[in-house]
């Protein structure tokens, strides 16, 4: 290929180091062990540390680099001085030599959004960080690792860095950084790893699996259920349930071949929860809407709320679709 990479394959092999550089600012605060949990909206919607940090360094890393682009984080920060350790200026060199589809091929940098969550999971990071040993701990008792292994671990897969590219109100490029993957092979081992799709482009970073055979495999939240959550998973009648937290880890089920299909009727998710994994959902051939099947847009100007749930699937969309109750589909208004 000729000439200069387009603009969004720039910000695209960016996105993928400074999602990196976050979870590795993920995986340092809970080994410190200082969380600095706050509560927002309530017990469930809680912000870290690690949060704040991740998300300043995502958002001012992007845009020295995209002064223009639109960049949307989660958290609300107070403006900071900012630590200049928090700048990542690198970038992946394989994304820089993909061919951009030639429908993006000309966007300009004002056309663009950037959907970043920094900590999706967060709920769960702050669980799992309970059954890990910390380094002061760790080191008077001489056991080595910093993690130990208690049931509660698993949590730490839930946990992603999500940052999702938008334009014309579609998700069309997305990166997932997963800082925890690995945990099980203890000390020693490197953790993390970086998930990457662009629809037209393909997605990266991971094998492609589906759920076997016909089963039907729901997955769904497993800290903000309630009585038309559980009716509307009920009614797709699965053969089995996967309760577990974040919407970016609810997306790597699906495209690793451990569900069917994310069931979510309520509201709660945002679009920075959805940018990014359905870009990556779209890539390989499936499809996220809210629980009527209608997409989700995301302009600058939008709601941030996706009052409407969220029902995704790598095959068969419309099949969990077609079973969504009547009652669950007046309790959700479509936006
Ligand atoms: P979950 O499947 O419960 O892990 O939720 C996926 C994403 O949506 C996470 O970022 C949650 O924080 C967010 N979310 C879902 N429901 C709610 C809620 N009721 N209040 C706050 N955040 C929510
Ligand atoms: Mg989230
Ligand atoms: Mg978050």
Not at 167 to 192: D, H, M, R, S, T
Not at 264 to 281: R, V
Not at 320 to 328: K, T
Request: proline share 4%; glycine share 10%.
């Amino acid at each position: 290929m000729s000439g200069s990479p387009a603009v969004v394959m720039r910000l695209l092999a960016s996105a993928y180091s400074v999602a990196e550089k976050a979870g590795s600012i993920v995986r340092k605060v809970l080994h410190s062990g200082e969380l600095g949990i706050v509560e927002k909206t309530g017990a469930n919607d809680l912000q870290t540390l690690a949060d704040r940090l991740a998300q300043q360094s995502i958002c001012a890393s992007l845009s020295r680099r995209f002064p223009k682009i639109t960049i949307i984080g989660e958290e609300e920060l107070p403006a900071e001085d900012l630590s200049e350790d928090l700048i990542e200026n690198g970038h992946s060199e394989d994304i820089l030599q993909k061919t951009c589809p030639a429908e993006y091929s000309g966007l300009k940098e004002e056309e663009i959004v950037v959907w970043v969550d920094p900590l999706d999971g967060t709920k769960e990071y702050t669980e799992a960080s309970r059954c890990v040993r910390h380094p002061a701990e760790a080191q008077i008792s001489h056991k080595g690792p910093y993690i130990s292994h208690s049931t509660a671990l698993w949590l730490l897969d839930n946990v992603t860095v999500l940052i999702g590219i938008a334009c014309g109100g579609k998700a069309i490029a997305g990166v997932i950084n997963q800082p925890f993957y690995n945990y099980q092979l203890g000390p020693g081992a490197e953790l993390g790893r970086t998930m990457w799709g662009m629809p037209g482009l393909g997605a990266f970073g991971f094998q492609l699996q589906e759920v076997p055979g016909d089963r039907r495999i729901i997955t769904t939240t497993r800290s903000h259920s309630n009585k038309v959550v559980t009716d509307c998973v009920d009614a797709m009648e699965p053969h089995d349930v996967l309760r577990v937290g974040g919407a970016g880890n609810k997306i790597i089920h699906l495209v690793e071949g451990r569900a069917s299909a994310y069931v979510f009727a309520s509201p709660g998710c945002k679009k920075w929860d959805t940018c990014a994994p359905e870009a990556i959902l779209h890539a390989v051939g499936g499809k996220l809407t809210d629980i009527h099947g209608n997409a989700y847009r995301y302009d600058a100007n939008v709601k941030h709320m996706n009052s409407a749930g969220v029902l995704a699937a790598l095959r068969n969309h419309e099949y969990y679709a077609s079973r969504v109750p009547q009652s669950v589909l007046q309790a959700l208004k479509s936006d």
